[in-house]
């Protein structure tokens, strides 16, 4: 019911940037937390950063004053910001949002973009 499609994935150099969107749609639900992912090949699935649905923010160490996480809850969309992009930030980025449905919590996960960041 609930379909999360992502866009803004790509190719940069290191110390550019690119903007990330995660857009929920469907209808009967509720967002609550949106969270950004990254897996990177050899290494386990990386929480990036999350928002709630109060707006509190939190970021992984490596990329806290780079990344800003954003949601627009009228477009039912999350955005993350990346700046200066390092070669160790590529990896397939997922968004995720906890999204009450059926008067539950469930995981809903994008399918997941590349970013590319060459040195």
């Known amino acids: 019911q609930v379909q999360l499609v992502e866009s803004g994935g790509g190719l940069v150099q290191a110390g550019g940037s690119l903007r990330l969107s995660c857009k929920a749609s469907?209808?009967?639900?509720?967002?609550?937390?949106m969270n950004w992912y990254r897996q990177a090949p050899r290494k386990q699935r990386e929480l990036v950063a999350t928002?709630?649905?109060?707006?509190?923010?939190k970021y992984a160490d490596s990329v806290k004053g780079r990344f800003t996480i954003s949601r627009d809850n009228a477009k039912n969309t999350v955005y993350l910001q990346m700046n200066s992009l390092k070669p160790e930030d590529t990896a397939v980025y997922y968004c995720?949002?906890?999204?009450?449905?059926?008067?539950?919590?469930?995981?809903?996960w994008g399918q997941g973009t590349q970013v590319t960041v060459s040195s």
């Open positions: 469907g209808s009967g639900f509720y967002i609550n937390t």
């Open positions: 928002v709630t649905s109060i707006g509190n923010i």
């Open positions: 995720n949002a906890d999204i009450l449905i059926f008067g539950d919590i469930d995981d809903y």
